[in-house]
C-alpha cells in the first residue's frame, strides 16, 4: 500500500474486554514496530518485528499484552482484559530494511477502555 | 537508561527563523531522527542525522553534535502550517526502536 494503515482508527471498549489492533505496513517493509502515545508526549516503544520474528517486547507493559506478524506482513497487537489504563494511541511504524532506516507511522489507533 | 530532553512549548512569528534543540543520553547512539507531528496526526519523518554537522533540506535544518549528545532542528523563513510537534528520536543501535522525546509543541503566530 501507498503507507502504513491501521483498523480500527478508534475503539471503545468495557473494561474487561479484550481487543485487536491491526497494523498493515508499507508493501515490503522488513521490520515493524508498536508504540503507545499519550497525549502530549512522544511515542514509547512496546515491541517490534524483522519480518514474522519478534525481536524484542520488553516495552510491553504486562502480559496482558501481545503481539503477532505470522506471515511477516500484517501485524496485530492483542490486549486482554482491557483496563482504563490502556486508554492510549497506539502507533505502527514499519522500516524498509535492517540497520537505521526511517520508521514511517500509521495514523493509529486511538483507544477508550470505559 | 535513556534521557532525551527538548523544550515543552515554543512560539515564534511568522516568517522567523526558530531552532528547537535537542540533548540527549543514551545507552548507545547510532543516528538521530527528527519528526514533525501536527495535532492529530501521525509523525512524519523530517531529518537524519548520524555524523556531526548541518544537514539542510529546503527550510528545515538539523544539526548534529555527538560529543556533546546535542542536536538541533532549524526552522527557516517560518509559516503557519509549521505549528506542531516536532519530536526528537534517537537510534540507539541497528534496526532498534527509537527512543523519543516528548516533543516540542511550536506554535507560530502572525
Known amino acids: 500500500g501507498a503507507g502504513v494503515s491501521q483498523s480500527p482508527r478508534y475503539k471503545v471498549t468495557k473494561r474487561g474486554q479484550d481487543v485487536a489492533l491491526r497494523c498493515d505496513p508499507i508493501?515490503?517493509?522488513?521490520?515493524l514496530y508498536w508504540y503507545r502515545q499519550a497525549l502530549g508526549q512522544g511515542p514509547e516503544f512496546l515491541t517490534y518485528?524483522?519480518?514474522?520474528?519478534?525481536?524484542?517486547k520488553s516495552g510491553l507493559p504486562n502480559d496482558r499484552f501481545s503481539a503477532e506478524r505470522p506471515e511477516g506482513s500484517i501485524s496485530t497487537l492483542t490486549i486482554q482484559r482491557t483496563e482504563q489504563r490502556d486508554s492510549a494511541m497506539y502507533r505502527c511504524?514499519?522500516?524498509?530494511?535492517?540497520?537505521?532506516?526511517?520508521?514511517?507511522f500509521g495514523p493509529g489507533t486511538r483507544l477508550l477502555v470505559l | 537508561g535513556q534521557n532525551i530532553d527538548q523544550p515543552t512549548e515554543m512560539t515564534a512569528t511568522e516568517g522567523a527563523i526558530v531552532q528547537i534543540n535537542c540533548t540527549y543520553q543514551?545507552?548507545?547512539?547510532?543516528?538521530l531522527f527528527w519528526y514533525q507531528q501536527h495535532a492529530g496526526e501521525a509523525p512524519t519523518f523530517l531529518s537524519y542525522?548520524?555524523?556531526?554537522g548541518l544537514e539542510e533540506k529546503g527550510r528545515f535544518s538539523s544539526f548534529l553534535s555527538r560529543s556533546k549528545g546535542y542536536s538541533y532542528l532549524l526552522l527557516k523563513e517560518l509559516q503557519m502550517k509549521d505549528s506542531a510537534s516536532y519530536l526528537c528520536?534517537?537510534?540507539?543501535?541497528?534496526?532498534?526502536?527509537?527512543?523519543f522525546g516528548k516533543g516540542t509543541r511550536l506554535s507560530v503566530i502572525a
Open positions: 511504524a514499519s522500516s524498509l530494511a535492517t540497520g537505521v532506516e526511517t520508521q514511517y
Open positions: 518485528f524483522n519480518y514474522e520474528a519478534q525481536q524484542d
Open positions: 508493501s515490503g517493509h522488513v521490520s
Open positions: 543514551t545507552s548507545g547512539f547510532n543516528g
Open positions: 528520536a534517537v537510534s540507539t543501535s541497528g534496526n532498534t526502536p527509537l527512543v
Open positions: 542525522n548520524v555524523l556531526d
